[in-house]
C-alpha cells in the first residue's frame, strides 16, 4: 500500500510544526479520511517512519517517538524490539485505529 495523502501531510505538519502537540497534528490530518483502510504492516507505519513518529507521539505520550525508533529496530536488544513491537501493536496501534474509525 502506497503513502497515504493524511501520511504525508501529518509528516509535513510535524516537520513545519514540530512544538505543535503531535495529535493536534494527526487530527488536522486525519480530517475527511476517517473509516479509511489502512494496513498496519504498511512501511510508511512503522516507528521509523515519518509517519509513524507522528502516530507514536500522538498515541502514546508517555514515550518520545525517538525512543520508538530506536528501540523497535537494530541495534536494539531483540527482546525489548519484541516488547516494543507488541506495545505497538496491543496499544498504539488500536487508539489510532479506534480514534479514526480505520478498517484494517
Known sequence: ??????????????????????????D??????????VDLTAK???????FG???AAAM???MEPEEWRAWTQPP???VLQAAMLEILR???MPAFVERYRLTV
Open 44 to 50: 510508511w507505519l512503522t516507528p521509523g517512519s515519518p
Open 1 to 26: 500500500m502506497q503513502c497515504p495523502d493524511f501520511a504525508a501531510v501529518a509528516s509535513t505538519l510535524r516537520s513545519l510544526h514540530p512544538k505543535a502537540p503531535a495529535l493536534g497534528v494527526l
Open 53 to 55: 513518529q507522528v502516530v
Open 90 to 92: 496491543d496499544v498504539v
Open 60 to 62: 502514546d505520550p508517555g
Open 76 to 78: 536494539a536488544d531483540p
Open 28 to 37: 488536522i490530518a486525519m480530517q475527511g479520511h476517517e473509516g479509511s483502510a
